[in-house]
């Protein structure tokens, strides 16, 4: 799933390559994507791109006061096109698009466009087009965006305070309490600040404190460093490459050596290090239990 600094990469790339330009239409092929009725889709065709910003994991392309609102869920992503078929692309079950905006620009001989692709069966994409962003119920809730100024730590402790117990995993992947972290990025911050995934969120000591908003910070502010002036295309595999532990069960840790072990849940699961983060004792896996029986 893109997490905030996949989807802080995707915002650089295509505002440079939007801004100032013009949409000529919008195609839907994935009926079930689009959230929202009014304004309609037509509403974009002959906008101007104004901006391309970002809320949490959501995406947001503002034209002429229009935006188109983005969240790209488990399987979504973006690819641009250099040149789209003039016709305007239709259903079809076996192909992943699920809309398409197409560029008009007059100093090109074919048209550019930006196709939003969705893989697998279980869909979860999501497009709204709205003229005010806080109308889509998921960005008016989200929490506060952890790379801005005014995530302090003083703000982090009143989070994880109001939380109570809630395990520091949990709390970290909940959008309404903190923006844009998702299951990989919470395995890395709570590998990097060496803590328990487990960890319940109220008992964090003051230099526990500071040594989590640090990981918070460094994690996520590295990976929109490395992912800066990358092409849609190379994001993911950017990605993948500097996790630590997230997705890399049964590996070395790359800081200690140890084996990186997974606690896995009904649709996810978790990586983590024994050595670094759990004083070398293994968390309890119950699906894992239940199959060693």
């Known amino acids: 799933m893109p997490e905030l600094p996949e989807v802080e990469a995707l915002v650089q790339d295509l505002r440079g390559r939007l801004v100032g330009r ?14 929202t009725f009014d304004p309609p889709l037509h509403a974009l065709h002959g906008t101007l791109v104004d901006s391309v910003t970002r809320h949490g994991k959501f995406l947001d392309i ?4 229009v935006h188109v609102v983005i969240h790209l ?5 973006i690819r641009w096109k250099d040149e789209v078929p003039a016709l305007p692309a ?11 905006i197409v560029i008009d620009d007059p100093d090109l001989d074919v048209q550019p466009g930006l196709d939003i692709t969705e893989a697998g069966t279980k869909k979860g994409l999501a497009i709204y087009v709205v003229r005010d962003p806080q109308e889509v119920e998921g960005v008016a809730r989200l929490g506060p965006d952890p790379l801005s ?45 060496r803590m328990s995934p487990f ?38 595999g950017e990605k993948k490459s500097n996790l630590a532990v997230h997705g890399r069960t049964g590996q070395k840790c790359p800081v200690c050596g140890d084996v990186v072990r997974e606690v896995s849940f009904a649709d996810s699961s978790l ?15 119950r699906r894992m239990s239940k199959l060693l029986k």
């Open 22 to 35: 013009a949409i000529s239409r919008v195609d839907l092929t994935a009926f079930s994507a689009l959230k």
């Open 62 to 65: 503002d034209a002429s006061g």
């Open 73 to 77: 869920a488990r399987a979504g992503w």
């Open 90 to 100: 239709r259903p079809n079950p076996k192909n992943p698009l699920a809309a398409r």
């Open 149 to 193: 100024d005014d995530f302090t730590i003083d703000v982090l402790r009143a989070i994880l305070d109001k939380e109570g117990r809630k395990q520091i995993k949990g709390v970290m992947r909940m959008q309404s309490i903190i923006a844009g972290i998702g299951n990989a990025y919470s395995d890395e911050i709570l590998h990097a600040a």
């Open 199 to 236: 960890k319940p969120a109220n008992s964090l000591e003051d230099d526990d404190l500071q040594t989590l908003y640090d990981a918070i910070r460094t994690t996520l502010g590295d990976a929109v460093a490395r992912s800066s002036g990358l092409a849609a295309s190379e994001l993911k």
């Open 271 to 285: 990586q983590y290090c024994p050595t670094c983060q759990t004083g070398g004792k293994p968390l309890a896996d």
